[in-house]
């Protein structure tokens, strides 16, 4: 049971990002604090005036000083809380996505602040990256374990990928390996038909992107019978949707020689070998290649990286994405399609708009908006709490000026 017993008063006019929804308080923003208490402690949270706001885990080592856990002041955090918490972030995603891989804990928007946790068929993968929330992730483990055993779901094993560097500016060691026994980290899973395998040990972040799961799905059909290319496929999730749903031509590309060897892997174990290709290139550079060599295609996908991860580096990143875009558009068919997106939270959807619109005045297109969406919903987009909402995805009708 975590007891609160130090009292922390933010100043004046402080803790906007909190009143307004969010779950994080700045070290700049507070006070003052009273009464005695150790890093990743619980404490209870004022505003000047001595306005109850509730509690939350404190460490002062971290810009991010206090992550709230509760908007009831003096509320007790114990197993029955942590079990609620985990309870109903399940029956969310119950109600609203396929769980036979998802995101079962979305950090702050399932509130449960600075811990990840993804289920690849029957395996957990956790990604824990702030003091307080880590001492209770076995609690968290546990009691997901159990909710899951309700619904007959039975877990093979854990892997920790808490190895991100966010974990040093909160005091922590970065840790990579498995909780409990070891199992094959080789793990298959399928997602809107199309098989997988995923490296839950070494690939990106915990493995593989499930954000974009619906986005995939709503490729598909825009792509039967169709030549298509996707641009920074990663381990080919977009080409094999493409594939799966009857392209004629799939062309997919990467910079990594490993994810581009894992994207085959994948084609062929959905069968997909003979129509669906990869290739280890840097997009910026083969772009231009493919455009003198007069290639065309009826689909182009664009997935790449965040170019910007803070607000310093977005002038920059608008940049890349200009240029991404105005050489995709070039790829495409008069008539054809192009799936664009960001996954950076500082480029916001005012601002990708924009430049994509400038991109394609650059190259004398027009565009139609198919449609517009963000991550899946497993996902969760807290409103308040900007962090959460990070992703952009566009599908365009490309028509040449006539």
């Known amino acids: 049971m975590e007891k609160t017993s130090a009292s922390v008063y933010i100043k004046k006019g402080q803790g906007r990002a909190l009143k307004a929804g969010g779950l994080w308080i700045y070290d700049n923003e507070i006070d003052r604090t009273e009464g005695e208490f150790e890093n990743g402690d619980m404490v209870n949270v004022f505003d000047f005036d001595g306005y109850p706001l509730g509690c939350g885990f404190i460490n002062t080592r971290s810009t991010i000083t206090i992550r709230m856990m509760s908007r009831k002041p003096h509320t007790v955090v114990d197993e029955d809380f942590i079990e609620m918490r985990v309870r109903n972030a399940w029956e969310y995603r119950k109600s609203t996505v396929d769980t036979g891989s998802c995101r079962l804990v979305f950090g702050e928007a399932d509130f449960l602040p600075g811990i990840v946790i993804d289920k690849f068929s029957d395996v957990l993968v956790v990604e824990s990256l702030a003091l307080g929330i880590d001492r209770w992730k076995p609690v968290i483990l546990e009691k997901l374990k159990k909710v899951l055993a ?31 026994d070891s199992f094959d980290t080789k793990v298959e899973i399928v997602e809107n038909g199309v098989r997988y395998m995923v490296d839950v040990q070494d690939g990106q972040k915990t493995g593989f992107f499930l954000d974009q799961k619906y986005n995939r799905l709503a490729i598909q059909r825009l792509c039967k019978g169709k030549r298509v290319l996707d641009c920074f496929t990663h381990t080919g999730s977009f080409a094999l949707n493409a594939g799966i749903a009857g392209a004629s031509e799939v062309l997919g590309v990467d910079a ?147």
């Open 150 to 180: 309700e619904d007959g779901i039975s877990i093979r094993g854990v892997y920790e990928r808490s190895d991100a560097r966010v974990r040093l500016q909160e005091g922590m060691e970065r840790f990579k390996g498995f909780i409990g």
């Open 256 to 402: 990594s020689e490993l994810g581009v060897a894992q994207a085959a892997e994948n084609a062929a174990l959905n069968g997909l070998s003979d129509r669906v290709r990869f290739v280890a290139a840097d997009v910026f550079d083969l772009l231009p290649e493919l455009e003198r060599q007069g290639e065309k295609f009826d689909v182009v996908i664009l997935d790449p990286p965040a170019f910007t991860k803070s607000r310093n580096s977005v002038k920059n990143a608008v940049k890349g994405y200009r240029e991404i875009n105005l050489r995709g558009m070039k790829l495409v068919k008069d008539g054809g399609y192009l799936a664009t997106c960001s996954c950076s939270h500082f480029m916001t959807p005012e601002l990708f708009a924009k430049t994509i619109r400038e991109a394609a005045g650059n190259v004398h297109k027009r565009l139609r908006q198919v449609e517009y969406r963000t991550q899946a919903a497993d996902h969760p987009i807290l409103w308040g709490d900007s962090e959460s909402s990070y992703s952009k995805f566009f599908i365009f009708q490309v028509c040449d000026e006539k």
